[in-house]
């Protein structure tokens, strides 16, 4: 199992350069399913997977001309303070158990798998979407952008995603972005908060195993430059559907895992 989770950090990185975003959304049900972390702990690991490898892509964009740093601000900002207080104050806060009736019980690293599988479905609905290349906007929105940017790092605190699904939308919609400056400024907001995410948890104590961090990421990282590679013979936009339908499938599949097959 632990072969075939080195194998799927690959993958995510593959995925990553190849559609530009929606590979780090499995990273959490790797590290749960072939890693067998407990959720709560693989938000952390994901964090930092995540944002190392986003970082490699949004350097990539950032010599194609990608990155709008004034537009990336409105974001990040509220982004990156909801992720750390989310982390800080809302997780450890959570009961556990949840709540019980009859033979059911809500654990908390159930409440985060559940969590998790409807953040995929909702995710895969906008990869399977086709996505225009074209603005909603006639000028940028820094309100709006702000709002998502605080539901963003919500997300991200609470389940280890880095929320790519909801941001190239908001950017092309409130921010006056082409796709490709989205998809670039995505990386380099997702990068920001969720590396100083995984800071704080470092901060605050909690401990990981840097060697199957380091291993994972690093793998991710090498997907992501055969991924690039790749995307330069292959239509990422054709075969981001194709993905979409295998994470909405993931999803439901941890549901079902979850709720009736979990002993």
Not at 47 to 76: D, E, P, W
Request: with cysteine; net charge positive; hydrophobic share 55%.
């Amino acid at each position: 199992m632990e072969l075939l989770g080195y194998f799927s950090a690959l993958f995510i990185g593959v995925t990553l350069g190849l559609i530009g975003s929606g590979g780090s959304i499995l990273t959490v049900p790797i590290l749960v399913y072939l890693f067998h972390l407990k959720p709560e702990q693989a938000s952390g690991y994901s964090l930092f997977i995540v944002g190392c490898t986003s970082a490699f892509g949004a350097i990539r964009h950032f010599f194609m001309g990608n990155l709008q740093l004034k537009t990336a601000l409105y974001f990040v900002v509220p982004s990156t303070c909801m992720l750390l207080l989310t982390r800080k104050f809302i997780l450890p806060q959570i009961p556990n158990p949840l709540l019980s009736i009859g033979n059911f019980i809500l654990t908390k690293d159930l409440m985060l798998l559940l969590l998790f599988s409807v953040l995929m479905i909702i995710a895969s609905t906008f990869m399977i979407r086709a996505a225009k290349n074209s603005t909603a906007t006639t000028q940028v929105k820094p309100i709006q952008l702000s709002l998502i940017g605080f539901l963003v790092g919500c997300i991200s605190g609470l389940l280890g995603a880095g929320g790519g699904f909801l941001i190239i939308p908001s950017l092309l919609f409130f921010g006056k972005l082409t796709m490709k400056q989205a998809v670039g400024t995505s990386l380099l907001i997702i990068t920001t908060a969720t590396l100083l995410g995984f800071a704080g948890d470092v901060l605050q104590g909690n401990a990981f195993d840097y060697v199957l961090l380091f291993k994972i990421t690093a793998l991710a990282i090498l997907g992501l430059m055969i991924g690039t590679q790749l995307s330069k013979k292959i239509s990422g936009e054709q075969l981001k559907p194709i993905f979409g339908w295998f994470v909405l499938s993931m999803g439901c599949y941890i549901i079902l895992k979850s709720l009736f097959f979990s002993n």
